[in-house]
């Protein structure tokens, strides 16, 4: 399967960000994909507030399954959430797990004005009712199939696509 080049995917979702400025966002990536989008984002929007980081493994409803990964980080939020306009970032949506995951961790961190959802990959096959308000491009991928967003030394982005089962 072919797979978009994710600094054009990149490109197009950060467009789509800046045309909307509504609110004034504070943004949060998710680990590591999220994290690395934001980053960029961050620098290209001109925002000047800093950006939060999540790490939502301490809140998915599969922790006793699947356990913690032995790098995993705190959270960063470096910011007040209570009435904050919240941008949560992530790479690849999928089932909406991890994003219910992050939102039960914002709001450990107060309440926030308003949630809303930019994903560079939706890949569709949700669980729960979560909807992206921006998304980078929309693929059909095989169930069985896993989507990673990579950066390179250089912070270039781009996709693999592997077995699911390799993953495990």
Known sequence: MQLPDAEEVFRNFAIKIRADQSKDYSLVGIRTGGVWLVERLHRELAIAKPFGILS???YRDDF????LHSQTKPSEIPFEVE???I??????LNTGR???????ELFDYGRPASISLAAL?????RELPVAAQYVGVALALPADK????????NGKLSFDLYDKNLSE
Do not use: C, P, Q, Y
């Open 56 to 58: 939502a493994s301490f």
């Open 87 to 92: 941008l949560l970032v992530d790479d690849v």
């Open 64 to 67: 006793d399954k699947i356990g």
């Open 83 to 85: 009435g904050a306009h």
């Open 121 to 125: 990959v939706d890949r569709g096959g």
């Open 98 to 104: 991890t994003i219910r995951a992050a939102i039960n």
């Open 146 to 153: 896993m989507l990673e967003l990579k950066r390179d030394v």
